[in-house]
């Protein structure tokens, strides 16, 4: 059994930070536990190669929801990333790191120090943004961000004026002073190599002595002193491996895998628990409660111009752009499916934007099997307009269906749930026709392909989006933040309640979803939550492992 000062469970958007950030100091021995593998391929280099791994079982969990009756009883696909660099390495690379909104929100739910004010230092000092620094962006962090408005295509700037012609704002910059309107969005992407959290963080860290990254490292249960974690038991390899932390074990997982450990662990409901077998060392009815996701839609339309149809589809297309790509990393191969997009309201009496937007040169409507369409579009010019609810106020919950370490968890989304959620959805989805019958881009289409001009009514637009809709991949908040035991998981500190030894620090922490792409938050998280540890560790000495320093 090997000892280590951290144990950190899971190296995605916020694991590879924490890692990183504790070993900096080369004070601590860090262990690293990642039940995926090596993020060196190359459709996971290449940014628009995360199509090939969308079903892909070497580096995504491939998580499937239950049937929803909200999206018409359909199970909706869940990628999470099994690998380095976790969901930073297969997702769409978007920069968005929520409204000041959102964060102020979370402070004055109890939780002090996350804040805008107090979590903007840490997203400058993550940053090196090509657009140059401001009081709001940052330069020379770890994770470089680009500025693509010299790089989209043409169509782009059809739909960006189109959106203005419907009433939005031009916007420059969604991390600026306001999210509200359209523009090019900001990707993680670097020389045309995609920038994740292993890119930026892990690879760094794991030149240092005392850092031990284990990949293929399934992590099946906490260990515990009474009520103090002091390890894990992990699976590698076929053989069960055990690993003893002095400090503290840190769970990085996301919102499907740290709940489920948790669960196995026996934290969380005592009922579940005992109805599967598992002792219960400490109950927490929160825990996998209060799942919160942003459910999207696209809505396409047949082009009289070309796209990018018509270069990606082609057997001399593809070649054309992988010759691009690899000789110059450049070209629709080195850039996320998004393009442009922005933010707007619903209705106008909402003080700031309760939607997002999604703008693709290209179109999907006839899949191929096996694989998401990404690089087999349609054989006609097509592209789509997507949205997504921000802070929808549906809930859903992810619970274990057995003991089973090796068993997926139960993953129950409950989509539309609410009235609200469905009124805003459908106002949403009319101000996308809205959009689309603006010159320059209506002077383009030849004609609406889904959901098709015979669906106009309410109940038929309702209807569509509960069949079309499903997951843009951001589910958080299973293992919430906050000041009362009773009705979260983790304090403001990250501590689980009632036991000592143990932290959360992932996107399972969000007291409530962000308005955006939830990437950079849970980077950010990462970023803050070791700078906890690392704050509690200077003023609470603990035994040393036999690899620190005095």
């Known amino acids: 059994m090997q000892t280590f000062d951290f144990i950190v469970v899971g190296s995605g958007s916020a694991g590879s930070v924490v890692a990183e950030r504790l070993s900096a100091s080369g004070r601590f021995s860090v262990l690293v536990l990642e039940a995926g593998g090596t993020d060196r391929r190359f459709f996971v280099q290449m940014p628009l190669g995360y199509g090939k791994t969308f079903f892909d079982p070497k580096v995504n969990w491939n998580y499937a929801a239950d049937a929803d009756p909200g999206l018409a009883g359909n199970k909706d696909h869940w990628p999470r990333g099994k690998i380095l660099g976790g969901s930073s390495s297969?997702?769409?690379?978007?920069?968005?790191?929520?409204?000041?909104?959102?964060?102020?929100?979370?402070?004055?739910?109890?939780?002090?120090?996350?804040?805008?004010?107090?979590?903007?230092?840490?997203?400058?000092?993550?940053?090196?943004?090509?657009?140059?620094?401001?009081?709001?962006?940052?330069?020379?962090?770890?994770?470089?961000?680009?500025?693509?408005?010299?790089?989209?295509?043409?169509?782009?700037?059809?739909?960006?004026?189109?959106?203005?012609?419907?009433?939005?704002?031009?916007?420059?910059?969604?991390?600026?002073?306001?999210?509200?309107?359209?523009?090019?969005?900001?990707?993680?992407?670097?020389?045309?190599?995609?920038?994740?959290?292993?890119?930026?963080?892990?690879?760094?860290?794991?030149?240092?002595?005392?850092?031990?990254?284990?990949?293929?490292?399934?992590?099946?249960?906490?260990?515990?002193?009474?009520?103090?974690?002091?390890?894990?038991?992990?699976?590698?390899?076929?053989?069960?491996?055990?690993?003893?932390?002095?400090?503290?074990?840190?769970?990085?997982?996301?919102?499907?895998?740290?709940?489920?450990?948790?669960?196995?662990?026996?934290?969380?409901?005592?009922?579940?628990?005992?109805?599967?077998?598992?002792?219960?060392?400490?109950?927490?009815?929160?825990?996998?409660?209060?799942?919160?996701?942003?459910?999207?839609?696209?809505?396409?339309?047949?082009?009289?111009?070309?796209?990018?149809?018509?270069?990606?589809?082609?057997w001399w297309g593809k070649a054309l752009a992988g010759m691009q790509y690899l000789l110059l990393r450049s070209g629709p191969l080195s850039m996320s499916m998004n393009q442009g997009g922005g933010f707007f309201r619903t209705d106008l009496s909402r003080a700031r934007p309760n939607m997002q937007l999604y703008f693709q040169v290209f179109s999907t409507v006839l899949p191929k099997a096996g694989e998401r369409p990404i690089l087999t579009p349609d054989p006609f010019p097509g592209f789509s307009i997507g949205l997504s609810n921000c802070r929808p106020s549906s809930r859903g919950e992810i619970m274990i269906r057995s003991a089973d370490p090796t068993v997926q968890p139960r993953i129950t989304v409950n989509a539309y749930s609410t009235n609200s959620d469905v009124a805003e959805m459908l106002d949403a989805v009319k101000f996308l026709r809205r959009i689309a019958a603006q010159s320059p881009i209506a002077d383009v289409i030849a004609e609406e392909v889904l959901p098709g001009p015979s669906i106009t009514s309410d109940a038929d637009l309702i209807q569509d989006f509960r069949k079309r809709s499903g997951t843009v991949y951001h589910p958080v908040s299973t293992c919430r933040m906050g000041p009362d035991p009773t009705s979260s998981v983790v304090d403001p500190r990250l501590r689980v309640h009632g036991l000592t030894g143990l932290r959360v620090i992932d996107a399972s922490i969000f007291p409530d979803n962000i308005t955006g792409n939830t990437n950079a938050a849970s980077i950010m998280t990462g970023w803050k939550g070791a700078q906890l540890v690392l704050e509690d560790v200077s003023s609470f000495r603990c035994w040393r492992s036999p690899s620190s320093s005095p």
């Open 90 to 314: 297969i997702n769409a690379m978007v920069w968005i790191r929520g409204a000041a909104e959102d964060f102020d929100a979370w402070r004055e739910a109890g939780n002090p120090g996350w804040s805008f004010d107090d979590l903007l230092p840490a997203f400058r000092a993550i940053e090196d943004n090509q657009a140059g620094g401001t009081d709001l962006r940052g330069t020379g962090g770890p994770i470089h961000v680009t500025d693509n408005r010299k790089n989209v295509h043409p169509l782009t700037h059809r739909f960006l004026a189109a959106a203005q012609a419907a009433g939005l704002p031009l916007n420059q910059d969604f991390n600026g002073a306001a999210q509200e309107g359209v523009g090019v969005y900001q990707i993680t992407t670097k020389g045309g190599r995609r920038m994740s959290a292993a890119r930026g963080f892990l690879r760094p860290a794991m030149k240092r002595a005392n850092v031990t990254v284990e990949t293929d490292a399934l992590v099946t249960k906490v260990l515990f002193e009474g009520k103090r974690a002091c390890g894990v038991e992990y699976l590698q390899n076929g053989a069960k491996q055990t690993a003893r932390a002095g400090r503290e074990v840190i769970l990085s997982g996301g919102s499907v895998n740290t709940p489920q450990l948790l669960q196995l662990s026996g934290i969380g409901p005592a009922a579940l628990l005992a109805d599967l077998g598992i002792d219960v060392l400490h109950a927490n009815e929160h825990v996998g409660r209060n799942l919160q996701d942003h459910q999207g839609i696209n809505y396409t339309w047949k082009a009289k111009v070309p796209t990018l149809n018509q270069l990606l589809r082609p």
